[in-house]
Every structure is written in C-alpha cells, then in structure tokens.
C-alpha cells in the first residue's frame, strides 16, 4: 500500500506541500507516540501560508474553565436576583454565555489541527476515542468542559494505557455532568442522611456507572446484574460535584479538580461488582475500572469497534482477533493495540471504508491543498458570505462533538451516513472548497496524488468544468470510500 | 415519486433490481404514518399520569403534574398534551399504557436497536421494521433526519428531508447528481439516484429543521398525491435522569414539544389526516419512583400515544399493573403489560392495508404476534 493511501486509511490525507517520502512503516511508528500539536493561525486571508502554533492565551486549563463557569453562572444569578425585565435579563445572559464559554476556540483549534496538523492518525485516534467515550452538551452545563475533555481525557491518554483513559474519562467534569455523576449521592450518604431530614433532594443516580459497564467497558454481553450496576454507581458516588456559587463552603476550581472525591457524598461500606469486592474510598474507583479494562470482554468489545471503525464492514474474524490478541497480551497499552489496528488496516481490504463526514471533510481540503476555516482572531465574523465556522461546519455535516447526543455516540455502520442529505451536503461542501478553499490541486492532479483508477478518472474528465470535475472527485466512490 | 423508473433508465446495480417489489403493481394504499421517535425513554407516568393510582404521589411526588387533565377517574394527561387531549375528546387519538417492546435491560443502546429493528433476538439487523413495512406495501418514506435512521433503513424508496443551512452553498446540479448516480454502486448509487430525482422534481420545500416546521411541511408534503406516504421524526432529550420536572422542566417541555409536533403534522396533512396515523415510539419507560436527583430512571413499560383521523375509537388502552413495590417490574419499573409491536403492528395495519399475518411474519418476524387492532381501530 502507498503510504499516501495508508494516511486515508489511517488519517486525515496528505496536504500537496507534506513530504510523503516516508515509508508506510516509518510513517505508521511516527504517528503511535507523540507529543500533542495544535496548529493555529490568527486570520484567514485567502490563502493560509504562515501557520503557527495554537495561541497559549487561548489554551484554557481546567481551572480557567471552572473559574469562567462559576462566572458565567454567577453573572446570571445576581441578574435574575434583580428582577429585571425579560428583555434586558435575555441580553445578560446573552452576553454571559459570549463572554465566558470558549467552545468557539475549542473547536477552531480541533478545526485549525485537522486541516494542518501532521499527527493525523493521533487526531482519527482521538475522535475515534472521543466518540466511544461520548460526551454531549448538556444544557449550559458542560459546554465549557468538552474540549478539554477531547484534548486531555482523550488526545492525552493514547500513550497510555486503556484502563489510564477510563480512569480519566470518569473523572473528568465534561462526563461527570454530561452521565449525571455530580448528581450521584449515596443513598446512606452523610449528604443522602442530612437531605432526608431537610427536605431537600440528594440520592443515587446509576446514569454513569450503566453506562460505564455497558458502553466503556464490558458491554452486556459480560452479562452483568442491575446489582452490579447498582454498585458501580455506588463506587462512582462522591466523585465530581457541579460548582455552584452558592456553595458554603465554597469550592474552589482545585479542589474541585485534584481532589474530586467528596467522601461525605459517597456511600459509605464495601461494594461487590461482578463478584470482585471493592473497599469503601476513593481508592475503589481505580481498582474497578482496572478490573473492567482488563476484562476479556472489553477486549472483545472495543477491537470489534476498532476494527470496524477503521477497516469497516469488510473487517474479519482474523482482523478482530489480531486486534485482540494485541490487547490481551498487552493488557490495554494503546500504542500497542493501535499499532494492530493499523497493521490490519493497512492489509488489501476487501471493499473500502465509507468514510464519518468530517473525515471526508478534512481529506478533501488537505488532500487538494485548501484553506479554509477562519482564524482564531475571527471567531465572532460580522459579514459573513460563506460559512467558514467550524462550529457550523460541523454541525452542517452531522458530526459535532459539541452537539447533544445520546451516550452510544455516532454510528460506525455506513447505512447511518448515507441518505439524501448527507450527499447533497458531500457535494455542497465539495463546491464551497473550490470556490472559496483556494485548493491547489485540480481534480486531475488529486487523481494523481491519489492513484485512483482509470474507471474514477473517465467520470471525472466526463465534468463540464474545473469546477465539476472538483466536485465528482471529491464525491467519487474512491474518494467517499476510503 | 418515481425513483423505480429512474433506476432502470440509469442501469442501475444488480444489487437494486434484485430487491422483492410488493405490491407495486396493484393499487398503492391510501394511508399514510408518521412516527415520532422518542429518544431516551418517554416517562409514560408523567405523559399519562393513572392519578386513581394511590401509590403514584407515595412514589414520585416531585414528578406529577398538578393540573393534568382528567381522562377518566383513573388516567389523566400533562396539561402539555393539551392539543392531543382535543383529539382525544374528538375520537381521533388513543393512547396504550404500560407497554414497551419486550426488551427489558434498559439500555438505550440495545432498546433503541430494539424499538426501531423489531427484533428482539440475534445479532444486529441492518433494517428496520418501518423500512420493511414500506417495502411490503410499496410506498415510499422520508426520514426527517440529516442521517438514516436503523428505523427505516433497508426501504427501497426513502429520501432524507433535513435542508441545509450553509452559507454560500448551491443546490446540487442535476448533471453531476446523475453522473455521480451511474458511478456509484449498491446503496450510495440509489442514494445520489434519489437526490437526482428530488433536484428535478423541484419540490420547493422550506428550509427548516425545527420539528415543529419539519412536521408542517412535511404534513404537506405527504397531503401530495405522490408524496411520501411514511414519515419518521426523532425528538431526542427525553433521558431525564435528575429534574425532570412535573409541570414545568425538561420533561414537561418534551411533552409540549409532541403536541405541537402532532398538531403541526395534522394541520399540513389537511385532509389527508383522515387517513393518517401517528405514533409515539420509545425505547423504554422510566421507574416508577423518582430518584434522588428529582429525576428518573432507565425502566421497562412506558405509554404509546396514538393519533390521526383513522383512529376510530378513544380511550386509554391498557391491562394496568399497578404501581406498589410488588407490582413493579423487578421493584423498581412500571410492568409492560402489552407488547408495543402489537401496536405498532395495528397502525401499519390499519394505515397501508397489509394483514395482520402479514405484517407480524415480514415485518417483525413474530407470526404469533398478539392482534390489537379492533380495540382503537375500524377492523
């Protein structure tokens, strides 16, 4: 295999400028371990052709972004205190929400690595990851807190291990509020006691512990009991508590944070979860997501979607079991089940991979050399004529990690991607990258670059324009089938 | 909508002409269905709360509506169903309770496969039992999603109905969509096919996305001679696992947000309301008792709302459990005491004229699948 087609396979595509003189294994090793790149320009003026780092300013921790919270929520609070008229408290709350939240660089900064960032197997790794541990926007509650999550929890943990992810997936606050575990009081709880006799409303909430067994980890064919459910959502109670500003005593983001287990939430005594007993503690978290991960299921389970998400349907048996064999023998060292991964995806498939949208998206845009997205001095444009922000990009494709959305995240089966509207929006997104992306590859020369086949070429010459034969090469079964 | 023709002018795939056609020589049936898809599990309880029920304040006080309507001196409905209410005071609506499909894990995950494959054993299906009653009758469907839904996939004639919103962009030409038709292959070939056909045929169709305006304009669309005869809807959020609310909240608003999905297809329908039934699907119901964040649950029954001018007799069906501990589904969830594809089963039935038999072996691939049809409809 080229390694310019193993990068469609296993990433984003090569930009005309990247040198592709690597060989495919070289290629494949470079991409398992790395540090984190985040590309970033400030404007887009046409034609990108000074890109530099990602802004340190605009590179939010996670303190930065519970203290940004708590104002945001503190701002609205005191306004409604005031009882202003709608209009005005409407426009309070409008600004609040402009002023604090920051998934607007969060995602300029996901959409400024895809076009121009060269670890693109680490980027498909992480989506790939951020999607099987899915967080949605909940409300006002979390928005702040995804892209950390996608950056950190995620992007950060695929040199680890995969029980090292879970552990930082469950404790991280985007999933903490998105799975309802800050609300997740034990029933004999110190908290649970006080509210019962105080009217007030604390008590278990077994959202994250389900799913943590169901869609993490194990997945129900482990067979588990609503007991055993029960009792991981009783390890997980105490861990992660929404700020609040009326908190007393108040908390601050650390504590929060670094300390995130509230003992005087949790439920107190042991806990039995398929069999294994856990101790009463903190320390009962990390054991059970150790256990779980090592699970000869959860094996099973996560080399099936693997395989699936990155050979597809024409994946198998021996696939999978390579995959998994990978994973038994290493315990769950990413890199090491990764590196399988991409030793079977790089094997002569039977049929290709119908590619997520917004793979397809970034593969068109690097792949033919455009520019595209606006830059992180213009995130609030005034007169816009076309739509160059990615948080709308996304959203017009269907594939939005800042979007509400159910904890099984999107699907990997192709069926679910191919309807009338996503190809009207494949080739309306194929002419916006000619038109206003400045490509600098015709559709000639990607087939080129590409080595597409004779029969893909003749349907593209067939194209009355430049312009046509762009978009029936973008939309071509070769190009849309990885 | 004439995408068989089309097909066979463009050559298309083996894999296309090979698909069984039903009924498409005979006469096409009058009916049409929509059904709203309730992600998350509905909390029936709350939907249609049985207030005759002394154990419902005991288990959930925070979680009933305190001005539902009253239905009998049993059931009521949340005041936000208010419109649904009218249609059931004008026998156009009914409503089942204490249903569910017979899926009792509560995973959203395998209860949606579930509710929209119909199948309740085996490995994943690639359709889904909407896709297979339409090709069974013969008519054609529109998904009102960007994606395709599992629920209707396997339909040979479906289009997606979710317009683009994107700044700059132009419709597809219809040259690069039947090119584009012609060199793809299976699936994705019929796909830019339907596109091809849809760009010619120039329907004219708002630019919303809303569910409210999805439902009006589709409504008309469907009134349409040729228009789609099965329409699909998803109204997610309904995972109300801490404030759900009683009379104002996620939930409650959910609950308005379905009647004026119901009534805004009813208005675009016009006439063609009269042959028209619409459905609630979801894939669980929630516990019975509230938990300790003022919320619910993943559960087992749930209720069904019904409506559209081919319902013929109202009412609440339904075989009640009850809702004391012992009651209760493993103690904690409302019993299902009717299976849901029965209902599901009885729409279809009623709506595009397929028997009974029919629709349980083909459809949902239970032949012993219970008849429910008489007790809301002319059968």
Known sequence: MSTSRAARRLGLGFRPSAGTDLAESDWVDAQLVGEFTAPGYARFDGRNTEIGEWPEALTYSLSDRMDRHKTRVRTILDAEAKQLDSATLARIRADAWNDYTVHAQDIHRLAHRGLYGEDQFRQRLTWFWANHFTVGRKGDENIEFIGHYVDTAIGGALDGSFADMVYGVVTHPAMGIYLDNVYNVGENSQVARICRRDGCQAGPNDNLGRELMELHTVSPSRGYTEDDIRNAANILSGWGYPPHPNDRPPFTPDDWWQSAFFKQRAQPGGKTVLGRDYPEGPAALRRLVDDLSIDASTADFLSRKLVLHFIGEAATEDDVAAVREAWTASDGHLPTVHRAVAERTLEPAAAGKFVWPIIWLFQAMRISGADFFYGYEQLNPMEEVVQRRPERVFEELGFDFWSVRQPDGYSDRSEAWISTEHFDRRIRFADLIYRFGNPRLSAAEIADALGLSAKTRDMIATGNTPRDRFVLCLCSKEFMEV | ?379
């Open chain 2, 1 to 379: 909508m004439q995408r068989r023709t089309f097909l066979k002018a463009a050559g298309a795939s083996a894999v296309l002409t090979g698909f069984p056609v039903h009924g498409y020589t005979s006469e096409l049936p009058k009916g049409r269905i929509a059904v709203l898809f309730l992600e998350g599990g509905l909390d029936g309880l709350a939907a249609v709360p049985p207030v005759g029920d002394p154990q419902l304040e005991r288990m959930r006080s925070d979680l009933v509506a305190s001005k539902p309507l009253d239905l009998n001196p049993f059931f009521a409905l949340h005041q936000n169903l208010s419109g649904f209410g009218k249609l059931l005071a004008s026998n156009q609506a009914a409503i089942f309770h204490a249903t569910n499909f017979p899926y009792i894990r509560r995973s959203h995950f395998e209860g949606q496969r579930i509710a929209q494959s119909g199948m309740i054993n085996g490995a994943a299906s690639p359709t889904g039992w909407l896709g297979r009653a339409m090709d069974e009758a013969g008519i054609a469907g529109r998904s009102l999603t960007l994606d395709t839904p599992l629920l209707v996939r396997g339909a040979v004639e479906l289009d997606s109905f979710y317009p683009a919103s994107l700044l700059g962009s132009v419709n597809p030409d219809t040259e690069l969509l039947s090119l584009l038709s012609q060199s793809h292959e299976g699936l994705s070939a019929a796909t830019f096919g339907t596109l091809y056909e849809k760009a010619l045929a120039d329907e004219n169709l708002p630019r919303v996305r809303d569910p409210e305006g999805l439902a009006l304009a589709t409504g008309r669309a469907m009134s349409a001679p040729e228009g789609p005869r099965v329409t699909m809807i998803r109204i997610p959020e309904f995972d109300t696992h801490a404030n759900q609310g009683n009379d104002t909240g996620l939930h409650p608003e959910l609950l308005g947000l379905v009647d004026r999905v119901i009534e805004n297809f009813r208005i675009g329908l016009g006439d063609a309301w009269q042959d028209t039934v619409i459905f609630t699907l979801t894939e669980f119901g929630r516990t019975v008792r509230e938990n300790g964040s003022a919320g619910t649950d993943h559960g087992y029954g749930s209720a069904g709302l019904v409506a559209g001018g081919l319902v013929d007799r109202a009412g609440i069906v339904s075989n009640w459990p009850g809702l004391g501990e012992k009651d209760q589904f493993e103690g904690r969830d409302l019993m299902a005491t009717l299976d849901y594809r029965s209902v599901c089963a009885a729409c279809i039935e009623t709506a595009l004229g397929l028997p009974h038999d029919v629709i349980a072996e083909k459809v949902f691939l239970e032949p012993d699948l219970a008849r429910v049809t008489p007790y809301v409809f002319n059968a």
